[in-house]
């Protein structure tokens, strides 16, 4: 399965030069905890997540009026294709280590989000679905 048939497809956004005050703010609106940065060309160049506010922000004293976006994020995200294996994207999670990887068409604009929690989700719906097929062929079903 190719990390397109699960990937969220709306993807919350911040623009570089604001002030985390302004993207953490709309993180609690949104009730998100990723933002991606993206260029003119919808290209993503950085993400940023609650845990960088709360250690690159937060942790350091700094005003988060003052601070940029930029300034915090992760520049340069290791993404995936719509057409990347599932088990392609574990792997680059548990490389980097990312629980979150843009998601780019052919030509690298953003059209997605992957995350960890995406995967453990369908993990356990085809875990669901297995279970119902061994309790249907199991002894004591078939034993009815």
Same mark, same amino acid.
């Given at each position: 399965?190719?990390?397109?048939? @699960?990937?969220?497809?709306?993807?919350?956004?911040?623009?570089?030069? !604001? *002030? =985390?005050?302004? /993207? #953490?703010?709309?993180?609690? &609106?949104?009730?998100?905890?990723?933002?991606?940065?993206?260029?003119?060309?919808?290209?993503?160049?950085?993400?940023?997540?609650?845990?960088?506010?709360?250690?690159?922000? @937060?942790?350091?004293?700094?005003?988060?009026?003052?601070?940029?976006? !930029? *300034? =915090?994020?992760? /520049? #340069?995200?290791?993404?995936? &294709?719509?057409?990347?294996?599932?088990?392609?994207?574990?792997?680059?999670?548990?490389?980097?280590?990312?629980?979150?990887?843009?998601?780019?068409?052919?030509?690298?604009?953003?059209?997605?989000?992957?995350?960890?929690?995406?995967?453990?989700?369908?993990?356990?719906?085809?875990?669901?679905?297995?279970?119902?097929?061994?309790?249907?062929?199991?002894?004591?079903?078939?034993?009815?």
């Amino acid at each position: 399965m190719s990390v397109g048939r @699960v990937c969220t497809r709306e993807v919350d956004l911040a623009d570089a030069g !604001e *002030s =985390v005050q302004v /993207a #953490a703010s709309r993180m609690n &609106t949104r009730n998100v905890g990723t933002l991606l940065v993206i260029d003119e060309s919808k290209c993503p160049i950085g993400i940023m997540t609650d845990r960088d506010l709360a250690m690159r922000v @937060v942790g350091k004293g700094l005003d988060p009026n003052s601070t940029t976006v !930029e *300034s =915090v994020m992760s /520049a #340069a995200p290791e993404s995936v &294709t719509e057409e990347t294996p599932i088990e392609s994207a574990i792997a680059a999670m548990r490389a980097g280590p990312h629980r979150r990887l843009p998601v780019v068409d052919e030509n690298g604009r953003l059209v997605g989000l992957i995350s960890l929690d995406d995967i453990l989700d369908l993990l356990s719906e085809e875990f669901e679905e297995i279970g119902k097929l061994i309790r249907k062929e199991g002894p004591t079903a078939l034993a009815l």
